[in-house]
């Protein structure tokens, strides 16, 4: 993949990126993600169709790999229960947590980063709002999905309604299918670790997440196959759009900053050129003689003779 770090974009800004600016923005962000997925539910028929149609180019490509994997997790807890606290929790934990890393250990590379993850995640939600789709476990039973989610709801805290906590399914939208970003999220965390780990363990591990999570999405029966491959779409076009995001902040910043910076820059010559010539204000004005004395006084110590003819006190012996 391309890098997003673009030489002079990357250097100046990040060293002055804050967490007490960063996270309010990365709630923002999020809060206004999560408010698009409620507002784009769209009509049920229509993201139902959409599911059907999803599921029928799958089979025609024989790409249909939900069946046998949702199959299997039904049948064995041992990986159904597993699966359902991975695709309940790790999205909302692991993608903070290395964003807070790159932050704090990786700070050269954390703006391209960030940048990247919310240019996707705002394209993925233009997705939900254009495509409204229905996820396999909400067909008619006839198409022979298990909600995984719902048949082991008695070992998690989520209820049947997604991965909602148990009594709050009205506050997701079940129908924001297409794409998955439970995928692109976890492909951002595979390349950020593959890049960044610096260990062959971080390295397996960037490898390891996106992979196991696009087979828990489908075999939890909460995404098809090609809703994994638009989320990873998503995020290739997140990462082509984040220099140009990037490089309209800074013209943005540099628009405006100037405005003050060259004021307070005037303040401090004129400042400084006040007391070392001692004889003009900003105004133009002379500084009567008097005044420029006492500069001279207390800046020579031991004065001349001349000068302390002149009304200055005589240095002490």
């Not at 974009?9 to 809060?31: D, F, K, N, Q």
């Not at 391209?112 to 705002?122: E, H, I």
């Not at 970003?181 to 610096?198: E, K, N, T």
């Not at 910043?253 to 003009?280: H, K, L, N």
């Amino acid at each position: 993949m391309p890098h997003t770090e673009t030489p002079g974009t990357e250097a100046g800004p990040a060293a002055r990126l804050r967490w007490w600016s960063e996270l309010p923005l990365i709630l923002l962000v999020y809060a206004c993600y999560s408010a698009g997925r409620l507002l784009a539910r769209g009509d049920v028929t229509t993201a139902v169709d959409h599911g059907l149609a999803i599921l029928r180019i799958e089979k025609a490509l024989h790409l249909d790999a939900e069946h046998p994997l949702n199959r299997l997790f039904t049948r064995e807890p041992w990986l159904g229960v597993p699966a359902d606290f991975w695709y309940a929790s790790l999205h909302y934990l692991v993608t903070p947590a290395l964003l807070v890393w790159l932050f704090r250990s990786r700070a050269p590379h954390y703006r391209a980063a960030r940048t990247w993850l919310m240019t996707s995640t705002f394209i993925g939600l233009i997705g939900f709002t254009l495509l409204p789709t229905c996820p396999p476990r909400l067909l008619d039973a006839g198409h022979g999905f298990v909600d995984t989610m719902a048949h082991y709801s008695a070992y998690g805290w989520w209820g049947g309604e997604a991965s909602a906590p148990k009594g709050l399914g009205g506050m997701t939208n079940q129908y924001a299918a297409m794409p998955s970003l439970h995928v692109g999220w976890a492909l951002w965390c595979g390349v950020m670790l593959w890049r960044h780990g610096g260990t062959r363990t971080a390295k397996a591990a960037g490898v390891v997440y996106p992979l196991v999570t696009t087979i828990v999405v489908m075999g939890t029966a909460n995404h098809y196959f090609l809703d994994a491959v638009a989320g990873a779409a998503v995020m290739g076009a997140g990462l082509l759009l984040a220099p140009v995001v990037m490089r309209t902040a800074d013209r943005a910043r540099a628009r405006f900053a100037p405005r003050v910076a060259p004021a307070a820059a005037d303040s401090r010559a004129t400042g400084s050129s006040i007391v070392s010539a001692g004889c003009q204000t900003s105004a133009g004005e002379r500084i009567p003689r008097q005044r420029e004395s006492r500069f001279a006084a207390s800046a020579e110590p031991s004065a001349s003779p001349s000068d302390a003819g002149e009304g200055a006190p005589a240095p002490a012996r």
